[in-house]
Nanobody
Framework: QVELVESGGGLVRPGGSLRLSCVAS????????IGWFRQAPGKEREGVSC????????YYATSVKGRFTISRSNAKNTVYLQMNSLKAEDTAVYYC??????????????WGQGTQVTVSS
């Protein structure tokens, strides 16, 4: 059974940092691309970052480029999202999702339950 479990969210001040984790089970992580998404209240879900399963190529939304870093540990079946220089507009529920194969352009076929990130002074 495929499962994705996010953790690491919380309350942080503007300019602070958080590292989100997405622990995968039920499949071989390095075969698949994994994406991070977020949804703020009253807004549509948006893609934040993705790491491919083929060569670990990484992709970022313009709004987070230079501040967020995605990485993976296949040995730990975990994908990370390091978030630095956080802003109030980064406040959202963050989700990780498995792509249907090893490329980030593909659609998602499994989602985690989400973890809340709140950036506030």
């Amino acid at each position: 059974q495929v499962e994705l479990v996010e953790s690491g969210g919380g309350l942080v001040r503007p300019g602070g940092s958080l590292r989100l984790s997405c622990v995968a089970s039920g499949f071989t992580l390095d075969y698949y691309a994994i994406g991070w998404f977020r949804q703020a209240p009253g807004k549509e879900r948006e893609g934040v970052s993705c790491i491919s399963g083929s060569d670990s190529s990484t992709y970022y939304a313009t709004s987070v480029k230079g501040r967020f870093t995605i990485s993976r540990s296949n040995a730990k079946n975990t994908v990370y999202l390091q978030m630095n220089s956080l802003k109030a507009e980064d406040t959202a529920v963050y989700y990780c999702a498995r792509k249907s194969d090893n490329e980030c352009l593909l659609s998602e076929d499994n989602w985690g339950q989400g973890t809340q990130v709140t950036v506030s002074s």
